[in-house]
């Protein structure tokens, strides 16, 4: 019987109304009003507590992660950290490079889309193809690791 329901819409979890989205953060159900991150919580409260984390790390300049709907199934997010390292960078001066992905997700019966802003560094930019500072260290530590396994190979090659 349970089969015959209609999928329930989620409703905001601040005011009550049908919501829209999910926030990125906090997977907290959300409508049009309440989705930006100062406007529910726990976000709004961490962006106020932690907003010393929100600054480029090269400048300081502030970098606040940030998210809003223009529709009611489209929903803006960027969050304002290099996709390669992660930390945190300013618009203005140390994003390198911008980049724009929809991502779609499904919530009950509707779909939603999730425009995301992937930015990289200066230091990320052209790493970005083996996955940005973290991924090239991964690699680097990697084919050293090889280097050593093949080394000592070699060495008990030669003492046979
Ligand atoms: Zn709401
Ligand atoms: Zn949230
Ligand atoms: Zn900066
Ligand atoms: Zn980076």
């Known amino acids: 019987m349970a089969t015959n329901l209609p999928v329930a819409v989620p409703s905001c979890r601040e005011c009550g109304i049908q919501s829209v989205a999910r926030c990125p953060s906090c997977r907290r159900a959300l409508c049009l009003d309440h989705f930006p991150r100062d406007e529910h919580q726990p976000c709004a409260a961490r962006l106020r507590d932690e907003a010393i984390r929100y600054s480029c790390y090269i400048?300081?300049?502030?970098?606040?992660?940030?998210?809003?709907?223009?529709?009611s199934f489209a929903h803006y997010i960027d969050p304002h950290t290099c996709a390669g390292c992660g930390r945190y960078i300013c618009d203005e001066h140390h994003t390198r490079l911008r980049i724009e992905g929809v991502e779609l997700a499904h919530d009950g019966l509707r779909s939603q889309r999730y425009h995301v802003t992937r930015r990289y560094c200066g230091i990320c930019a052209p790493l970005r193809h083996v996955g940005g500072l973290r991924g090239a260290v991964f690699w680097l530590v990697g084919?050293?690791?090889?280097?050593?396994?093949?080394?000592?190979?070699?060495?008990?090659f030669l003492a046979r």
């Open 59 to 71: 400048c300081g300049a502030a970098s606040l992660p940030q998210q809003w709907s223009s529709t």
């Open 143 to 156: 084919m050293c690791a090889a280097a050593v396994a093949g080394g000592l190979w070699y060495v008990e």
